[in-house]
């Protein structure tokens, strides 16, 4: 009995305490829901703050390699371009040069003048005299002939005055020279094409230089040039011609080192035609007089040439201070390729000015041009007259 009663009792409380605790959440439930509240109910649990996540760790970038940034290309100099000279004319330029023939007025002017202006001249001041000209390379035979129409002028005018005996040297020595030989360049253009002209000479004589003096001569007198380098045996050769022609503003028509001449030579004659100009000018390769084959292959050039036309002009280069040797070496040389003008250089550093006789007339060749210097217009037109006055002086 008592444990019913105790159950009641229990139940009792149970319900009690279980309405105690529904009717305020009952109660709040039917309040209006605080201003800015969501839409969310009591009916279902409110939703869980969202779980903060630490951020993934980035995965670390691959370092790229440091970029060589290359320097940046130096800018070449700008080159100026050659400026153009006009070289000096060539009339007169012997007359101008007259005192680079000193040390052979020393022979004609002082020497001969001096013997020949004595009140008696014997046979031993004949010798002497024949000696001198000798000594001045003006050849054995010239010299015979020179002396002995003096000796025969002398004989019949009795001149002795340093005045006379002057002009009656200065005439023998101009008719030596023969002044009626052509000595004009063959350089203007014909039938429609350039004229053509080929420079030979020995290793040693500055024919390089003296194929860029030449090029200056003809653009001096009025001519368009184009140059050929056809010596492709020597380094320097083409370099140092087109820079000749780069001063003058003529073209170098050049070819690979070693290349062959004959080859360069006949492309310069077309670029001469192709361009229209007056002139092409061709350097060969300097050749020792006694190496046939060398020879042989100058022929060549000649030849090869000559299927453009025909050459107008082949200039022998010799050095005036070789003396006789250079009669040997002009005469293998038109042997090969029929020389028509001999440009003697180094004039002025020799007492043999008579070379320019004894290569006339032992060869029958004009001396056409002489250099009388270093200078680039120091290669002038040779003129007898002029000549002879200068080495004989301006005072007698």
């Not at 009626?180 to 290793?203: E, F, I, Q, W, Y």
């Amino acid at each position: 009995m008592e444990y019913v009663v105790v159950s009641v009792i229990l139940l009792i409380a149970l319900l009690a305490g279980a309405a105690v605790l529904v009717v305020p959440r009952m109660r709040r439930r039917e309040l209006p829901p605080p201003p800015g509240a969501g839409t969310a109910t009591l009916e279902r649990p409110p939703t869980a703050p969202p779980t903060e996540v630490a951020p993934a760790a980035e995965p670390e970038a691959a370092v790229a390699p440091p970029v060589e940034v290359a320097p940046p290309a130096e800018t070449a100099p700008e080159v100026a371009p050659p400026v153009i000279e006009q070289p000096e004319p060539t009339a007169g330029r012997l007359v101008r040069l007259r005192a680079r023939l000193a040390r052979s007025q020393s022979v004609f002017g002082r020497g001969l003048l001096a013997v020949l202006s004595r009140d008696h001249l014997d046979e031993d001041a004949w010798e002497e005299i024949e000696d001198s000209l000798i000594t001045a390379d003006v050849g054995v035979e010239a010299t015979q002939v020179i002396v002995e129409r003096l000796r025969e002028r002398v004989r019949v005018l009795g001149s002795r005055t340093v005045t006379e005996v002057r002009e009656q040297l200065s005439e023998e020595l101009i008719a030596a020279l023969e002044p009626d030989m052509d000595r004009s360049l063959k350089a203007a253009p014909h039938d429609g094409g350039p004229a053509v002209v080929l420079v030979v000479g020995v290793n040693g004589a500055g024919k390089t230089t003296t194929c860029g003096k030449i090029a200056r001569v003809l653009v001096a007198d009025g001519h368009s040039v184009v140059l050929g380098a056809a010596d492709t045996f020597r380094a320097a050769a083409s370099e140092q011609l087109a820079t000749w022609g780069e001063r003058v503003g003529a073209e170098t028509v050049r070819g690979p080192e070693g290349g062959d001449p004959a080859s360069v030579a006949f492309d310069a004659v077309k670029r001469g035609i192709d361009t229209g100009v007056h002139t092409v000018l061709i350097d060969t390769a300097g050749r020792l007089q006694n190496k046939v084959g060398l020879m042989d292959e100058l022929g060549k050039v000649k030849r090869v040439v000559e299927k453009h036309g025909p050459v107008d002009e082949t200039l022998l280069i010799l050095d005036a201070t070789t003396g006789q040797n250079g009669l040997e070496q002009a005469r293998v040389f038109t042997e090969a390729v029929d020389v028509t003008g001999v440009v003697l250089t180094k004039l002025d550093g020799t007492a043999k000015g008579g070379i320019v006789i004894a290569v006339q007339r032992k060869l029958g060749i004009p001396v056409k041009l002489v250099g009388l210097g270093e200078g680039p217009d120091d290669l002038a037109p040779f003129e007898p007259k002029a000549f002879v006055e200068a080495l004989l002086g301006s005072d007698g």
